[in-house]
């Protein structure tokens, strides 16, 4: 299917859920000088044949204007003639859509994300046990473990979408990309938007238990 068979009011649709949810993250202080992107896919999913908004490269995330997102394939490029650029990490988003058909993916930077990403960097994961809101990721075992996989960083980010594929877990909808961010991602935004709420806490209680641990 091309773009131009997605019908208009899905487009609409699909972008004024995107805006909310920007606005949303923006209220929570999760766009620190203009890092972070985020998009959502729209129409039918081949793997090698789909479409998703994603948010403008450079923007300030926390203001809402008419130039916020754009339309690309899975190749990145743009759907419709623009101005606008694509964010820089469109292409980890790509990659991510090609590997698991998700329906949103979100990406940001948080203190917390950053600090476990560094202090797990040698096991690259990071480790939690037992944690109740593990069952956000629909995994519900008594005292379930995941492992939270850790990718290396890189200012050439095609560079690390290779990183990706070998790390990829069923069960976790998310990775995190050393010193920098997270990136997860879910069946449609508000699952994403839950898996990222999970995953934020869980960063700040793996942080957390780890210093407690070690001043006993
Ligand atoms: C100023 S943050 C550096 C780039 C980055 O990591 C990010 O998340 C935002 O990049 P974008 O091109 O999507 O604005
Ligand atoms: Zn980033």
Redesign the pocket.
Known sequence: MSFSHIALEEKQRILSEFSAVKADFASRHWFP?????LSMRIGPFEPNEFFFA??????D?TKSTPEDFLFVDQDGKPCETTAL??????SLHREIYRLTGAGAIF???SVFNNLVSELYWERRAVPIEGVELIKAFNIWDEDAVIDVPIVPNYADVPKIVPEIEPVLNARVPGLLIRK??VCVWGKDASEAKKHLEAFEFLFEYAYRWQLLKQSR
Request: cysteine-free.
């Open positions: 000088g203009t890092s972070g992107n994603v948010t403008a490269s450079g923007k995330k650029k694509p964010s820089a990490e469109t990406h940001i930077h920098h961010g």
